[in-house]
């Protein structure tokens, strides 16, 4: 499942697309895009963990790995990785990837990961990940179509805190407080 894109545009990739590092001026932009694309509907684990300070946090730490694709004035799709070193063995991983619907099987996320790799490779990394959730088949589908394999399948669990007991106990205390308060300071009978 995904946002649509235009059918009549699938396939005609666009000549005008610039992929450049991503500047201050982009973070808005950028985070605004992903709210767009990373819906509660659609993929409710990406929605959860992009906010804007994830672009920020990103921005400050990995800025050779956050990219966007620009069509003339506008944005036309972001990639932020990273690189992780792990013993002798060094890792690009995209974390986040997206296209403006309107910009979609034009070929954006084909050049934005194109010039990532390229990069990550000539940093050493030998070895790239990425992942996603197993509904978000344009992204399973890209990905495979890129060279990605080897699927493995990841469980998130989740829990309503609202019913640990500790929340409860937390709440009784809070009660509790708040009637001590009101005992010590009486309110005075209206006139
Ligand atoms: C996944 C995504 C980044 C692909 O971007 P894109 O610019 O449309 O991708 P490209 O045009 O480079 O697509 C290349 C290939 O990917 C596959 N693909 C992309 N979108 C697809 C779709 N909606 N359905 C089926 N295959 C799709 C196709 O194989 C396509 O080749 P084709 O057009 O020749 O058939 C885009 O759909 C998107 O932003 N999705 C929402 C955000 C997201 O899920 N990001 C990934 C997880 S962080």
Redesign the pocket.
Same mark, same amino acid.
């Given at each position: 499942m !995904?946002?649509p !894109?235009d059918p009549d545009k *699938?396939?005609t990739h666009l000549p005008n697309v610039e992929i450049r590092e991503m500047d201050i001026d982009d973070l808005a932009a950028v985070f605004h895009l992903g709210e767009l694309?990373?819906t509660s509907d659609l993929?409710p684990y990406?929605y959860r963990t992009w906010d804007e300070w994830e672009v920020i946090g990103m921005y400050n730490t990995d800025p050779e790995y956050c990219l966007v694709a620009q069509i003339e004035e506008e944005l036309a799709?972001f990639v932020l990785g990273t690189i992780i070193s792990k013993a002798s063995w060094v890792y690009g991983y995209i974390i986040?990837?997206?296209?403006s619907p309107q910009?979609?099987?034009?070929?954006? *996320?084909?050049k934005l990961v194109d010039k990532i790799v390229e990069r990550m490779i000539e940093e050493g990394a030998r070895f790239m990940l990425v992942d996603?959730d197993p509904t978000?088949? !344009? *992204?399973v589908?890209?990905f495979t179509?890129k060279g990605f394999g080897n699927a493995r399948r990841h469980v998130y669990l989740s829990m309503n805190l609202s019913k640990h007991e500790f929340y409860g106990r937390l709440i009784t205390y809070e009660r509790d407080k708040a009637d001590r308060v009101r005992q010590r300071h009486p309110k005075r009978p209206q006139q």
């Open positions: !995904s946002l !894109s *699938a396939n694309l990373f993929y990406l799709g986040w990837l997206g296209v910009f979609q099987r034009r070929g954006v *996320a084909d996603t978000n088949e !344009s *992204a589908k890209f179509r």
